[in-house]
């Protein structure tokens, strides 16, 4: 059974920072390129990052590169969305995504919000 646990979203202030983790289980974590997505009611999912199992090479929305870091710890099957300089158009439900290497299939996670002030 596929599960995703994700945490860390919440409020914080424009220029702030915020991490957030998404915990897996239920799938062979290594084979799975791990992605963040966002959306704000009404609008399209955005991509945000997305990590490379092994080699761990990420890629980033033009929107967040350089202020977004995304990691992994494939011993832990969990990936981080590190964020920092935080805008209040940061603003959206953020979903954690795992796709299939060779299958690209995907499972979601619930989201996590969050809310940047200004």
């Known amino acids: 059974q596929v599960q995703f646990v994700e945490s860390g979203g919440g409020l914080v202030q424009s220029g702030g920072s915020l991490t957030l983790s998404c915990r897996t289980s239920?799938?062979?974590?290594?084979?799975?390129?791990m992605k963040w997505y966002r959306q704000t009611p009404g609008a399209e999912r955005e991509f945000v990052a997305s990590?490379?199992?092994?080699?761990?090479?990420?890629n980033y929305g033009a929107s967040v590169k350089g202020r977004f870091t995304i990691s992994r710890r494939n011993a832990e099957n969990t990936v981080y969305l590190h964020m920092n300089s935080l805008k209040v158009d940061d603003t959206a439900m953020y979903y954690c995504?795992?796709?299939?290497?060779?299958?690209?299939?995907?499972?979601w996670g619930q989201g996590t919000q969050v809310t940047v002030s200004s």
């Open positions: 239920g799938f062979t974590f290594t084979n799975y390129v």
């Open positions: 995504n795992a796709q299939n290497r060779y299958t690209r299939r995907e499972h």
């Open positions: 990590i490379e199992p092994y080699t761990t090479a990420t």
